[in-house]
């Protein structure tokens, strides 16, 4: 495990910070970016304690809502009756998170979202928008999965460009959200302890201890 946890300090290569990207190398700076948080998918499930019976069905199957656009492309890959998760983290691929198949379900947008949500252990929520929905913010997603969610031990993940909208969705409730340092090249994220203790989530030490992890 403390290999593992070395691991989640790599340094994202941002490529897009050279003067005149190219497609190619944008596309590769996303892989990489997505391929690591798919790879938390696993270490979340591991370093964090769920209520034995959070919703009906959970001992079935380990649920990953996607809400926005869906980033993750080969790094979250059906697989068999499931999905298997590829990421360079964890080395070969993983298709169970607590002994459990993984499960996705993504929703489009936030209209989706709240006609057909059905419980999950993480709700990811995506800085993007998927294609063709207009008039939806990061923000809104936000909004939408805390009320919706809220009182059912769903652990909330989002992301942002910059440390300060960062901070700012997880201080609104999104348990965990992820930003990227430029000028230290590498993937963090604010934690909000509290919403998850309020949301009978026990977040271990080992994972708030990362020195990419700013606890709020």
Known sequence: MRRILSSLCLVLCFTAL???PTVDAQQAVRNLEFDMKAGYFVYFGG??????????GAANAFVIGVLG??????????SGNGFAVHSSLIGKPVSTIQNKPIKVVHY?????FEKNYSPCHILFISRS?????????????????????KGQSVLLVGEADGKSES???ANSGVMICYWNDLQ??????????TVAQNERLNISS?????KLVTVL
Do not use: C, H, Y
Not at 69 to 78: A, V, Y
Not at 184 to 193: E, W
Not at 206 to 210: A, P, T
């Open 18 to 20: 050279t003067p005149s």
């Open 47 to 56: 370093l964090i304690k769920w209520p034995d019976r959070p919703f009906p």
């Open 69 to 78: 656009d869906n980033p993750f492309g080969p790094s979250l890959r059906p």
């Open 108 to 112: 489009k947008s936030v209209a989706e």
């Open 129 to 149: 928008s998927e294609a063709g929905v207009s008039r939806e913010t990061v923000q809104d997603r936000a909004n939408s999965a805390i009320q919706k969610t």
């Open 167 to 169: 901070e700012t969705l």
């Open 184 to 193: 230290a090249f590498r993937l963090k994220m604010f934690i909000n302890k």
């Open 206 to 210: 080992r994972l708030l201890g990362l």
